[in-house]
């Protein structure tokens, strides 16, 4: 999966972990970094493996692996410090993935579709159209649906078809506990993170109504004083949007090695193209992400400059 792993990636990963076990293969769970303790809850995340915590180990497995199946990246650089090891393995690769411009070529198999709301929904239909979907029991429809739910904004999103209701449907009858996950992904946090939110809304939102745009850039500092946590800024991004008005919400954090980027839109701004252009990113039109080695007040400038640049995309 790729680094800092979200609801999505780690779902699909153990539920497709899960189903290969079933039928009879040794199967290994890799993340390039750690991840969110919102995420320990999934069946089989005791047993993933963090490549910068156990590199020795990982790459062990890795050296005898057969198969390797990358999940939610379509390019090796997504997996960080692993992106050198993938790149220089000779098994079988194979992709299963949902977002814009694939790095094809690095690929033996596989596809990334972009029409899918998630790669947990591509997971399923992996299991499904391979006659396998009788393997699917609580825990990996547990997996599949946080996958779903983390990648649709809980059905909000455009992506969300009627293919991922029936899919639902379909994991319900299999004993899936809805309810119950959305308390361990969006009810299971720490006060500190609450007082960060308020914090970072009051102080660091920038309104601009003349683009109908907003950021959000967050210093280092403010991550030290509330103790901030992998996966505590998960969804800052999208509160601007819901102010009147606004189709552009940017979030920028101050990390060590360098500033993180995350776009969101509604309507028909494409923020792939936006984060491609500017920030050495991409994703999906409506959510994407990137990256600048910029200090966080250049790249805020870059930011407010790519606005003036867009203004007409953006009435």
């Not at 690769?93 to 690929?107: A, G, M, S, W």
Request: charged share 25%.
């Amino acid at each position: 999966m790729h680094q800092k792993p979200d609801p999505d990636a780690m779902g699909a990963s153990l539920a497709l972990a899960g189903v290969l076990s079933k039928l009879g293969h040794s199967v290994d769970v890799i993340s390039p970094t750690n991840w969110p303790d919102f995420l320990k809850w999934m069946p089989g995340a005791k047993a993933v493996i963090d490549y910068e915590s156990s590199k020795e180990k990982a790459n062990n497995i890795l050296d005898t692996a057969e198969w390797l199946f990358c999940l939610d990246f379509n390019a090796l650089y997504r997996t960080k410090s692993m992106t050198k090891k993938l790149t220089e393995m000779k098994c079988l690769k194979v992709l299963i993935d949902h977002h814009e411009q694939p790095e094809t070529t690095v690929f033996d198999y596989g596809i990334s579709n972009t029409c899918k709301s998630s790669t947990a929904e591509m997971v399923y239909d992996f299991i499904a159209e391979s006659g396998n979907e009788s393997l699917i029991d609580e825990n990996i429809a547990s997996c599949i649906y946080a996958g779903i739910i983390g990648d649709t904004g809980s059905f909000r999103f455009p992506a969300t078809s009627g293919r991922v209701h029936e899919i639902v449907a379909r994991l319900k009858e299999k004993g899936l506990k809805h309810s119950l996950i959305h308390e361990h992904l969006y009810d299971n946090f720490l006060e500190d993170r609450l007082r960060f939110i308020g914090h970072i809304l009051l102080n660091r939102m920038e309104i601009f109504y003349e683009y109908n745009a907003a950021l959000i850039a967050i210093p280092k500092s403010d991550l030290l004083k509330f103790n901030v946590r992998t996966g505590d800024t998960e969804g800052l991004v999208n509160y601007p949007l819901t102010i009147q008005g606004i189709k552009l919400s940017g979030l920028v954090i101050d990390r060590d090695e360098e500033r993180k980027w995350s776009f969101r839109s509604k309507g028909s701004f494409d923020v792939n193209t936006f984060a491609r252009k500017y920030f050495n990113g991409g994703g999906h039109f409506n959510a994407s992400g990137g990256r600048s080695p910029e200090t966080l007040q250049k790249t805020v400038q870059t930011f407010k400059k790519a606005l003036q640049e867009n203004e007409s995309q953006l009435q």
